[in-house]
């Protein structure tokens, strides 16, 4: 068997077992080719050994029986070129302001960032991509919980930036400090789809993705805080999925700018100089 023709075969298996995609791929044959590419680190027109067949084909199945996110089986998760470990601790990273970090960010800057926030962070994947984007610049690595924290460890260990990438256990603001740029990608799926997400997403831990009945329970704190924790000339983007019409509606007064990504009106920007709060 060839990897081409492996490739039909998970694939088609995967569409008949009708999965749910969204955890860095998007269709069957796709998660397939991810499967496939990790296990044998390429995609060549070779024959495979018993061995390599069995791995894959064991992976694939544990795919369709569980529901879990192909992710947390590989114990591997992809933004643009850079992987990152991730587990049952994490979400999965999907966020679109990987992309603004890479290649949208900068004419919003008022200059080069030299200290940064990454709030909410997860498995640490955007405090990384900021680091690497801005290579003078203090990181700091922000979440809740202490389980996403050790994850988010193994990764600023990976790319070797534990002396500029610094995590933090805090709620929200309460024990950061002053920043030039803010990035968060918090919860933002509302009560209402809580319920209704695949298994799939179940996975997943909660605490990253419930954000009440309007899916802006953790927004509404940040927008609230954030000023304070700026320095002249800073700036918020935050990651709020499909909910932007429900944060215009709140906040009618707040010129939020809609930068270019793949799915446009996801992220906002904001300048300190904006947001609510003491001047």
Known sequence: MTVSQLLRRIAGEFSRAKLHYGHGTHNAKEEAAWLISSVLGFLLEQKLSAKQIGVIDSLARRRIRERKPLAYLLREAWLGEHAFYVDERVIVPRSFIAEMLRDHLNPWLAG??????????????????????????KVDAADLSSAALQVARINIRKYELSRRVRPVRSNLFEKLKTYDLIVSNPPYVTAKSMKKLPREYRHEPSLALAAGADGLELVHRILAQAKGHLNPGGLLVCEIGGNRLALERAYRRLEFAWPEVSDPGTVFCLRREQLPGAA
Request: hydrophobic share 45%; proline share 8%.
């Open 112 to 137: 080069e960032p030299k200290r940064v926030l990454d709030l909410c962070t997860g498995s640490g994947c955007l405090a990384v991509l900021a680091a690497l984007e801005f290579p003078d610049a």
